[in-house]
């Protein structure tokens, strides 16, 4: 098993930057794709981007895609999420997620991060 803790979010105001992090502990991050989310209220939990095991791969929803950047520091075991040029719409929680060898589910789960942009 994986155990994830993010860290980071925050208020900001539209146009500004945050950088995401999420820490990993447990089996060898180096095993794990690892996956953002967001939740806004009242809607569904929404795929960000996603970062393979070796970060030579990643993917980004088309409401992020220019302006969020996923990198990871296996030697840190942490993976992190730069958003750049923030719009109001970008609020939720944010969660990241681990799945197992580049699988196709993510099973694991952080605790989530609030990100609020203000216009």
């Known amino acids: 098993q994986v155990q994830l803790v993010e860290s980071g979010g925050g208020l900001v105001q539209a146009g500004g930057s945050l950088r995401l992090s999420c820490a990993a502990s447990?089996?060898?991050?180096?095993?794990?794709?690892m996956g953002w989310f967001r939740q806004a209220p009242g809607k569904e939990r929404e795929f960000v981007g996603a970062i393979s095991r070796t970060g030579s791969r990643t993917t980004y929803s088309d409401s992020v895609k220019g302006r969020f950047a996923i990198s990871r520091d296996n030697a840190k075991n942490t993976v992190y999420l730069q958003m750049n040029s923030l719009k109001p719409e970008d609020t939720g929680v944010y969660y990241c997620?681990?799945?197992?060898?580049?699988?196709?589910?993510?099973?694991?789960w952080g605790q989530g991060t609030q990100v609020t942009v203000s216009s």
């Open positions: 447990g089996r060898p991050f180096m095993f794990y794709g």
């Open positions: 997620a681990a799945r197992w060898m580049d699988g196709a589910e993510y099973g694991y």
